[in-house]
């Protein structure tokens, strides 16, 4: 089956250090999709990327979707103390019909700010 | 709108018990999820539901079953609980458009 591998899977920054987290499928993904979780919460949608070599800007945060469409980047500059919590990728595939939202989960980063 | 909830938050079971995780969204939305959340490992997909009626399973359904009778309400069943089924699970919901909105999560404890 699908398979999306997230590294690293720990990050300890400075505060004002920049952070990137890196997503590579096991397949060609439709879409990818980024969460972040904070400390003991749930999930929180940030971003979706759907065309190859699409890169997309939040503030501090870039995204992309590489042209093969099975490897995508978060990229955090100068980082903040509420940047901190567990930065998930999620890519969909199609498969050749719909995948109903299904989303495959990375393992996620899990990103440390010391001030 | 309180978006999705779930109840219980904490909640300590026994071997071989069963119980029922509760889900309910009040976003009308269609598509709703089932994950289970282990340290370092991401979310799993248990099972998901296209709309009332509707269910089927995920990447780890095995020990869990689900019913839709309604659109707001997606409860988890666990049978015969084990300790493999320590984890945080968590519900979320979809409009017809992309982004999954999840709920406060319970974390369920098997001894």
């Known amino acids: 089956g699908q398979q999306v591998m997230q590294i690293p899977q720990y990050q300890h920054v400075q505060e004002g250090e920049d952070f990137t987290t890196y997503c590579n499928s096991s397949?060609?993904?439709?879409?990818i999709q980024w969460y972040k979780q904070r400390p003991g919460g749930h999930p929180v949608f940030l971003i979706q990327?759907?065309?190859?070599?699409e890169v997309k800007k939040q503030k501090r945060l870039t995204f992309q979707f590489g042209e093969a469409k099975k490897n995508s980047s978060l990229h955090i500059t100068a980082t903040q103390t509420t940047d901190v919590g567990t930065y998930f990728c999620?890519?969909?595939?199609?498969?050749?019909?719909?995948?109903?939202?299904?989303?495959?989960f990375g393992q996620g980063t899990i990103l440390t700010v010391h001030p | 709108n309180a978006g999705v909830t779930q109840t219980p938050k904490f909640h300590i079971l026994k071997i071989g018990q069963s119980m029922t995780l509760q889900c309910t969204q009040d976003?009308?939305?269609?598509?709703m999820y089932w994950y289970r959340q282990d340290p370092g490992m991401g979310l799993k997909l248990i099972y998901y539901?296209?709309?009332?009626?509707?269910?089927d399973k995920g990447e780890v359904p095995n020990g869990y079953n689900v019913s839709r009778s309604t659109t707001e309400d997606f409860p988890l069943r666990l049978e015969l609980a084990a300790p493999s089924q320590t984890s945080v699970y968590f519900c979320?919901?979809?409009?017809?458009?992309?982004?999954?909105?999840f709920g406060p999560g319970t974390r369920l404890t098997v001894t």
């Open positions: 979320a919901s979809k409009p017809g458009t992309y982004e999954q909105y």
């Open positions: 397949t060609t993904l439709s879409n």
């Open positions: 990327l759907v065309k190859s070599g």
């Open positions: 999620a890519g969909s595939a199609n498969a050749g019909g719909t995948s109903y939202g299904k989303l495959t």
């Open positions: 976003m009308n939305h269609n598509y």
């Open positions: 539901s296209v709309g009332a009626g509707i269910t």
